[in-house]
C-alpha cells in the first residue's frame, strides 16, 4: 500500500516562516539564561550547583523527550503534537518568569524541555512528511540543523543584552511571548502531515536501530553537529582568555562562523542535487577532516588568533551545512511510514552523542585550545567515512 500525505499547500518561504520559530526557540532556551546563572542562586534561595542542574535538565528532556513525542505524532498526527508541545512551552516560559523557588524553577524547566521537544519532534516530521522527495529538503534541514548549531551559541549574548535591560525574568517573558505568537500562527496555519497510513500499526524502532544506513548518517549528523558544540564550548576560552579579544571583537568573530553556515545553506541544494546524498556526506566529513588539520596547524606552529581559530571553523561551517542537510534524508528514508518515531530516535541519538563524547572532549583535554574540536571532529569524521564504507561494501 502506497502512503498518502495530505497536500502541505506552502511556499518554502511560508513554511519556513511558520517552522522556524520552534527550531529557534527550543534552542534558543537551552542555555539564553547563561550569563545571570550567577546572581540566580541569591534569588531563588539555593546553590549555584542546582541552577547549572538546571540547564542539564533542559538538554537530557530535549532528546529524550523526543522519543516519547515521536511515536505519539505517528499516532494522532503532526499539528496536535505540535499545538499542545507549543502551549506547554508558553506557560512553562511564563511560570519560570514568576517562579520565587528553584524547585519550582526545576519543575517548570522541566515542562518546558518537554514543550520543545514536542514541538521540535513535530516540526522535522512535518519536514520528513512534506519534503522527502523534494528538493527543497534540501534546505530545510540544512536551515533547520543550522539553526540547532549555532543559535545555544548565540543565545548567552542575547539573555545577557535582555537581562541588562529588564533583569533576568524578562529572558523568560521574551521567550513565553515569542512562543505564544509563533503558537497563534501554526494554531491558524499548520495542515496536518501524517501519512494517512501511519496511525494504522504501532511502528516498532527495533528495525531502525537495526538499520547501518539510520546509524551511520546519525552518526554523521552528531558529527556535525558535535563538531560546532566543541567549538562553542571552547571558543570563549581561546579567543578572549588567550588570544585577547574583547566580548564585543569575539562576538564578531563568532558571527562570521553563522555567516558562513548561512551563505552555504543558500547554495547547498545545488551540491546535493549534482553529489547526491552519499557524496555530499562524504565531502561534509572530509572538510571536517581539513578543519581539523587546520586547527591543529594552527595551535602547534602558532598563537591563537582570528586566523587560527576562526578560520579553520569556516572550513568547518561548509562541511557542517552540506552533512545536516543530507543526514535526515539519508538516515529516515526507509522509515517514511514512522517519520515521527524515526526522527525521535535520530535526535535522541544525536543528542546524546554529543552530550556525552563532546562534554568528554572539553573536559579531558584542554579547553583553552583547539585540541578538543581537532579529537572530537577527526575521530567522528573517521567513524562515518569506515561506516559508509562498509554500508557500500555490504551492498555490492
Known sequence: MSIQTPVWGRSLFAAMLLMAPFDILASLAMDIYLPVVPIMPETLGTTP?????????????????????????????????????????????????????????????????????????????????????????????????????????????????????????????????????????????????????????????????????????TLGFSAAMGTFFVFFSTAPRVMIGRAGLSEVEFSLAFATVAIAMIVTTRFAKFFVARWGVQG?????????????????AGEIGAVPSFLTFIVPMWVMAVGIVFTVSVTANGALEEFGHMAGTAVAFYFCIQSLCVGIVGTLAVVVLPGDAAWPVVAYSSIMACIVLIALYWLNRRDI
Open 49 to 217: 550547583v542546582v541552577i547549572q542542574l538546571t540547564l542539564t535538565v533542559y538538554m537530557l528532556m530535549l532528546g529524550l523527550g523526543q522519543i516519547v513525542f515521536g511515536p505519539i505524532s505517528d499516532r494522532i498526527g503532526r499539528r496536535p503534537v505540535l499545538l499542545g508541545g507549543a502551549v506547554l512551552f508558553v506557560v512553562a516560559s511564563f511560570c519560570l518568569a514568576a517562579v520565587t523557588t528553584a524547585s519550582a524553577f526545576i519543575v517548570f524547566r522541566f515542562l518546558q524541555a518537554a514543550g520543545a521537544a514536542a514541538a521540535l519532534v513535530a516540526t522535522f516530521a512535518t519536514v520528513r512528511d512534506v519534503y522527502a522527495d523534494r528538493p527543497e529538503a534540501t534546505t530545510m534541514y540544512g536551515t533547520f540543523s543550522s539553526i540547532l548549531a549555532f543559535v545555544p551559541a548565540l543565545g548567552p549574548i542575547v539573555g545577557a543584552v535582555i537581562a541588562e535591560g529588564y533583569g533576568w525574568r524578562a529572558i523568560f517573558v521574551t521567550l513565553g511571548a515569542a512562543a505564544l505568537i509563533a503558537t497563534v500562527a501554526a494554531l491558524m496555519n499548520w495542515s496536518e502531515t501524517r501519512p494517512v497510513t501511519a496511525g494504522m500499526s504501532r511502528p516498532s524502532p527495533l528495525r531502525m536501530l537495526g538499520s547501518g544506513r539510520f546509524w551511520t548518517y
Open 280 to 296: 555530499s556526506l562524504v565531502r561534509g566529513m572530509a572538510l571536517l577532516l581539513v578543519g581539523a588539520f587546520l586547527f591543529a
